[in-house]
C-alpha cells in the first residue's frame, strides 16, 4: 500500500538521495573522481562520533544507523540511511568533527569521496550547492519532527510511527500487495523507539496479536499500515 494521501512520509524521512540523482554529468565525474567503494558487514563501523572528517559516503546498497552513545554507553539512534543516501558531509561543511557515529545496519557497499573532491564539486557546481541546502532544511525539519514526537507521543505511538517510516525504508521492487519485510534487530529497534528492549518487544507483540504486522526472526511484515497509522495518532 502507498501511504500517498494517508501519511505524509516526507516529514519523517531524509531525502537526500535526490542530491546526486540526474547530476550534470560533468559535475558527477568531478565529485567521483577519487571515489573508492568499501563493503561493510553488519555492524562495522563506518566513522565515529568526533572523529575529524576526511570526506563522505554514499550508499550504494544497504543500510547504515547514524547514532549517539550517551555516558553510559548507551546507543541512541538517530536516522536510518536508505540506499542511494549521502552521509558524513554535515562535518565538512560546518568544518567540525562528525556529530554522531555510523555503522552497518546490514551487508552494505558504501563508496569513500574524497574531501577536496566534494569540496571542489560544490564550489563548482551550482546544481549541487543548491541541492545540498534544500536537503539540509529538509533535514532539519525532520529532526525536528522526530524532537517533537520524543516529547510528546507514548512509546506505542513512536514505535507505531517507526514501522511506518521504516516499512518505506525497506521497500525493494515494490508492486501493490506485495509484503514489505523490515530486517532489524529489537535492540535497534528500541533504540530507534528510544525505550527499552523489553518494552519495545512487548509493545510489538500486542501489534502481533492485532494482526498488524508479523514477525520471522528478526523480520517485522506490516500487514496493516492503516492501523499503525492509527496508532501513531499522527496529526
Known amino acids: 500500500m502507498s501511504l500517498h ?3 505524509p512520509i516526507d516529514k519523517w524521512d531524509f531525502k537526500s538521495e535526490s542530491i546526486l540523482k540526474d547530476l550534470p554529468a560533468e559535475d558527477f565525474e568531478l565529485l ?4 573508492t567503494e568499501q563493503e561493510y558487514s553488519k555492524g562495522e563501523i563506518i566513522f565515529r562520533e568526533a572523529a575529524y572528517p576526511s570526506g563522505i559516503f554514499y550508499i550504494i546498497d544497504g543500510k547504515v544507523k547514524k547514532y549517539k552513545v550517551d555516558k553510559d554507553g548507551k546507543e541512541h539512534i538517530i536516522y536510518v540511511a536508505n540506499k542511494g543516501e549521502l552521509i558524513g558531509y554535515h562535518a565538512i561543511l560546518s568544518e567540525d568533527r562528525y556529530p554522531d557515529s555510523a555503522s552497518a ?5 558504501i563508496a569513500f569521496i574524497p574531501k577536496e573532491d566534494f569540496l571542489l564539486t560544490i564550489q563548482q557546481s551550482s546544481v549541487l550547492s543548491k541541492r545540498l541546502l534544500k536537503t539540509l532544511s529538509h ?4 529532526l525536528a519532527n522526530s524532537l517533537s514526537v520524543f516529547a510528546q507521543k507514548s ?3 513512536r514505535l507505531a510511527l517507526q514501522l511506518i517510516v521504516l516499512r518505506e525504508k525497506y521497500k525493494q521492487n515494490f508492486q501493490p500487495g506485495m509484503p514489505v519485510e523490515i ?6 529497534l528500541a533504540s530507534l523507539v528510544g525505550t527499552v528492549r523489553e518494552r519495545a518487544v512487548r509493545i510489538l507483540t500486542e501489534f502481533k496479536e492485532a494482526g498488524i504486522v508479523e514477525t ?3 523480520k517485522i511484515i506490516v500487514h496493516d499500515v492503516k492501523q499503525l497509522i492509527k496508532i501513531a495518532n499522527y496529526k
Open 139 to 142: 533535514e532539519f525539519a525532520v
Open 216 to 218: 520471522k526472526g528478526r
Open 155 to 157: 512509546v506505542r505511538e
Open 105 to 109: 545496519l546490514e551487508k552494505s557497499k
Open 5 to 7: 494521501g494517508i501519511f
Open 183 to 188: 530486517n532489524i534487530s529489537r535492540d535497534d
Open 32 to 35: 567521483t573522481a577519487n571515489k
